[in-house]
């Protein structure tokens, strides 16, 4: 969303006029790649801009019971979520959201407790 990248489109029904929520892992994960990149000062405000006009889900109790869930759930499933992977569908569990993605590690089958919009 931060570069209207062209896969964006696909998104565009779900975003529209939408609340649209962070994990605070998906924020850890875009400034580690722009650190990767060497991004210039301009760039990394940019990020922060972009970030700052989202709502941010920071770390919980009750964020913590939702990622044991959707880990044991993936696990049931024959399936190993990552960590980061986990705190992300734990906010869409939490919130009660779709997760929106194009990561090829969330699926139905690995977490049947959230709606998972896939556009791979």
Request: glycine letters at 4%; aromatic letters at 4%.
């Given at each position: 969303?931060?570069?209207?990248?062209?896969?964006l489109s696909a998104y565009q029904t779900h975003i529209d006029g939408a609340d649209i929520y962070l994990s605070f892992q998906t924020v850890a994960e875009?400034?580690?790649?722009?650190?990767?990149?060497?991004w210039g000062n301009s760039q990394r405000q940019e990020l922060e801009n972009f970030l700052n006009s989202y709502q941010i889900i920071e770390y919980s109790t009750d964020?913590?019971?939702?990622?044991?869930?959707?880990?044991?759930?993936?696990?049931q499933a024959g399936r190993r979520l990552e960590t980061g992977d986990a705190w992300i569908a734990a906010t869409a569990l939490l919130l009660d959201i779709p997760l929106l993605t194009h990561d090829k590690d969330f699926d139905k089958n690995a977490c049947p407790s959230i709606s998972v919009d896939t556009y791979i």
């Open positions: 969303m931060l570069r209207r990248r062209p896969e875009m400034r580690f790649g722009a650190l990767l990149k060497k964020l913590t019971d939702r990622c044991a869930i959707v880990m044991q759930e993936a696990s």
